[in-house]
Nanobody, 124 residues
């Protein structure tokens, strides 16, 4: 069974850092793009970051320069290092996997596999 499981969420003060991890099981995602989305209360899910199978990365403008996405293909894990957090970053963060980077960066794109999410709360 294909599964993505996020971990590392929690409560942090503004200006602090958190590192999220996503472990995949059931299949290999070596040739897939893997990334992160988030959804704040009352808002739609939005793209955060993605890393392609070749290692290329893309970020939303709101997190560029503060967040860093990386992956370990051998261990089937993708991570998101979040620095300089602010209250606007408060959301449930979801891991995602798809064969195409554009499936995540495009507003009309679709994602094949989703994790269940991990909550990040940034206090003022």
């Amino acid at each position: 069974q294909v599964q993505l499981v996020e971990s590392g969420g929690g409560l942090v003060q503004a200006g602090g850092s958190l590192r999220l991890s996503c472990a995949a099981s059931g299949r290999t995602f070596r040739a897939y793009a893997m990334g992160w989305f988030r959804q704040a209360p009352g808002k739609e899910r939005e793209f955060v970051a993605v890393i392609g199978w070749s290692g290329d990365t893309h970020y939303s403008e709101s997190v560029k320069g503060r967040f860093t996405v990386s992956r370990d293909k051998d261990k089937n894990i993708v991570s998101l290092q979040m620095d300089a957090l602010n209250p606007e970053d408060t959301a449930v963060y979801y891991c995602a996997a798809d064969r195409y980077v554009v499936s995540m960066t495009s507003p009309r794109g679709t994602v094949e596999v989703w994790g269940q999410g991990t909550l990040v709360i940034v206090s003022p």
